[in-house]
């Protein structure tokens, strides 16, 4: 039996896939309602759709033929089955634009007259277009054009020191040349490219004399640095250095590296945290006073003669240390404490959670007890219907028992008919599985009436719509077809 659906589904417009329409061996007879659809396997057959009176054929047309007609300035095609005409199309021509329509049979003609007559315009000799205008079906009716000979440069002169030379051709060529008011040949920019400046790298400076302004050449390597105006920006030196810098004597003076290094002799400088399971730093970049905090216990791979603990400090008493004379060793002196008993546990330090333990004034620790909201100390007695499975570092695992009256709220069963509760049928192209309700199987006093099913695929997890009937006793589960074991699971939930 099929599926009853009793209100109306809204799938919100997503797709139906897969789906097949009701396959009926003719319409004769056949009940409808607006809108319903059927497929006829007989005959002809096809999709039929009912107007609530009679069934009509979806999309389906015979004997469909297109016919050309000829009128005035037009021609039409006629969209016809058997003698009935379904559309036409009307081809319409403007009379006095060139185009003309007419058919015949079944062709339709459209002519379009050439109407443009302007002549070719020549370009040469400087004449260029100017403005062309076109009909309103894009045909040329005139080109203007207009003469750029007058528009043309003509000449060029040059003045004290220029020379102007150049042909017939678009090249004109300016150059300076030597005179007697001393104009510059050549000015040339020219940038090292290693080592310092040469004796001959030079730069041209305005010079005023006699009346006149002229360039002179000044060496590069002849100007000195504080002739320089003072500097507005940052000086990136591209990663070289300052050298023969004196000895500061103002708070904004540049330091020597031997000034600096002199000024920390003798003061503390905390580097970073220290490992003492492998040996301490070393090398030149170690200097005195620098400051390591242990956070790894060890002895420094024998290094040291005393092991450190976290919280421990090493202080170099020289530049590159190299033994444990080179560093003074400061300890905290107190170990964490250990677990055991009062004569086997280490005394040290030790932190507890505020959240589980209580730690009175004089450092005495309790446990806290648990309740409803927080982790503690706590007995658990199962009653009736529960278990406890195991306990485990303080974690108690609680199930139902079912056969003391444990009701759960819902239960996961495999349809593969291993069940005892379960069997499994096959008849007239359907899966049935039966599932029988019983105490044990499903809680206590439970019977079918009570429970929600919901049927999804065993490996995806996905909801599957298949028909359910409910007995006294027995969940009875159809499927379409042969159904593999295990491939679907019935979700069965309390509804009360």
Known sequence: ?????????????????????????????????????????????????????????????????????????????????????????????????????????????????????????????????????????????????????????????????????????????????????????????????????????????????????????????????????????????GGNKIENVGTPTASTDAATKSYVDNAIVGSLSYQSAYDASIAPPTGTGVKQGYVYAVTVAGNGAGFFDIILRPGDMIIAQQDNPTSQAHWTEIQSNVDYATAGTSSTATRGLASFNSDNFIVNSTGHVSGKSANTTTAGLARVTAADGLEVDSVSNGNFTISLDESTGGNPLSKSVSLDGTNSNITRQENGGLSVFALTITSGFFGSNVAPKDLIVQIQETSSGNVVFTEIEKSASTLNIRFNGSITNGDYTALLMRAN
């Open 1 to 237: 039996m099929a599926i009853n659906y009793l209100s109306s589904i809204d799938l919100n417009q997503n797709e139906l896939k897969r789906a097949r329409i009701e396959n009926i061996g003719g319409t004769s007879g056949v009940p409808g309602v607006s809108g319903q659809l059927i497929y006829d396997t007989t005959g002809a057959g096809g999709l039929y759709v009912s107007d609530g009176t009679n069934w009509k054929a979806v999309g389906k047309y015979d004997n469909l033929n297109l016919t050309a007609l000829s009128g005035t300035n037009n021609g039409a095609l006629r969209l016809m089955e058997d003698t009935t005409v379904l559309d036409t199309i009307t081809f319409q021509a403007t009379i006095g634009q060139g185009i003309s329509i007419n058919a015949a049979g079944s062709a339709i003609n459209i002519n379009h007259a050439d109407t443009s007559s302007v002549a070719n315009s020549d370009n040469s000799n400087g004449v260029v277009l100017q403005d062309i205008t076109f009909d309103g079906f894009g045909h040329v009716q005139t080109i203007g054009t207009t003469d750029l000979d007058g528009r043309y440069l003509q000449s060029v002169s040059g003045g004290e020191g220029v020379v102007i030379t150049g042909t017939d051709s678009n090249i004109i060529n300016v150059r300076y040349q030597e005179s007697g008011s001393g104009v510059l040949n050549n000015i040339i920019q020219e940038a090292p490219t290693s080592g310092s400046l040469a004796a001959s790298s030079e730069i041209l400076v305005n010079k005023a004399g006699s009346g006149i302004s002229y360039a002179a050449k000044v060496s590069l390597n002849a100007i000195p640095l504080n002739f320089s105006a003072a500097a507005t920006g940052d000086i990136d030196l």
